[in-house]
């Protein structure tokens, strides 16, 4: 057995990360503008390579220097990786000043989670946690109703051309795709059907269909008394806690004055849900960075072509655009 005197110590150093958080002598005029804007909405608009992410970062950086709490700072993006990124360079750009009770930067379905979990929703009588579904323990769901449906194809309304395809697991993955991709643009199964006529899709009745039947089980499996947790799909989560902070003042009041001021990156790839969540939590400290023709998540539910006529609806009138592309110009001077 080793002793404890000849234990070697071992210390857990974390690696220093560089930021991307520019110079204050470094920025251009339209970013210096954007660092120092308070008190108003604003919009940024810039293409790829334009320094968006950048500014953001130096942006947050100029506020925590200055003495504002990094608490009541909340910086938005998309992706984890991004998230986690972007935590660990406002970080390395604040390293003494830095101290945060929760993380500065999340997305918007890692916020929407915390909304639906936090204890107020207990306090209103809620009792029930939620947890979010798995992508494959949404399609194991979808496959076992797919089951049923082959056993006793009377009952369903699928049409012939599609039978074959029922036992297959790429039809699940399709069926939950479709569906998931259908809660975030913040359609239902009867919006659906209605939007089926008009644009004459043969297989979007069935399609409905089988979506009713999969939220009525699902809705049914956290119905039962012994069930602590609330299952709830990707899809659906940032939707729910709308509905949340629509109907809970205290729980929309506690959130409004824990961020104070937001930030947003990469607004471009934002749906209709994730903008109403904004909207509802946002004061007039919101800078919201964008690039309205570089959207790639068009497949689940990015809405980049009513982007400005959303924002400007929702009262966001200063706007600063970020004329200069640096990343071309580092490539060519490699």
């Known amino acids: 057995m080793v002793s404890p005197k000849n234990t070697p110590e071992i210390k857990l150093i974390r690696t220093a990360y560089k930021s991307d958080a520019i110079a204050t002598d470094d920025l251009n005029e339209q970013q210096k503008a954007v ?50 990124k972007l935590r660990d360079q406002i970080a390395a750009a604040n390293p003494k000043a830095h101290t945060v009770n929760e993380p500065i930067a999340r997305t918007f379905h890692s916020l929407a989670f915390m909304i639906l979990n936090d204890p107020i ?14 992508g494959a323990e949404q399609d194991a769901q979808i496959r076992e109703l797919l089951a049923q449906d082959i056993k006793d194809l009377s009952k369903t309304s699928w049409p012939k051309e599609l039978i074959p395809a029922l036992a297959t697991r790429g039809f699940a993955k399709e069926l939950r795709e479709f569906i998931n991709r259908a809660t975030e643009r913040g359609s239902s199964p009867d919006e659906l059907l209605a939007a089926s006529k008009k644009h004459q899709q043969k297989y979007w009745p069935a399609i409905c269909d089988f979506w009713r039947r999969y939220k009525a089980v699902s809705a049914l499996k956290d119905l039962t008394p012994s069930n602590s947790i609330i299952r709830i799909d990707p899809s659906e989560i940032v939707i729910e806690a ?23 990156d990469e607004f471009q790839e934002s749906d209709k849900a994730q903008r109403k969540l904004l909207q509802l939590l946002s004061g007039d400290e919101l800078v919201i960075f964008a690039d309205p023709d570089s959207a790639v998540g068009r497949f689940r539910g990015a809405d980049p072509e009513n982007l400005l006529t959303d924002l400007e609806d929702s009262g966001i009138k200063n706007k600063i655009t970020l004329p200069t592309v640096y990343r071309n110009v580092r490539k060519k001077m490699l």
Do not use: C, M, W
């Open 242 to 264: 709308v509905e949340k902070l629509e109907s809970n003042q205290i729980l929309l009041e506690k959130y409004r004055k824990l961020f104070k001021v937001i930030y947003v």
């Open 35 to 84: 660092v120092n804007h308070r008190s108003t909405k604003l919009l940024v608009l810039g293409k790829g390579g334009s320094g968006k992410t950048s500014t953001l970062i130096s942006a947050i950086t100029n506020r925590i220097s200055n003495g504002e709490d990094p608490n009541s700072i909340l910086a938005i993006t998309y992706g984890r990786s991004s998230a986690s």
């Open 121 to 134: 929703n207990i306090s209103a009588g809620e009792n029930k946690k939620y947890v979010l579904l798995s």
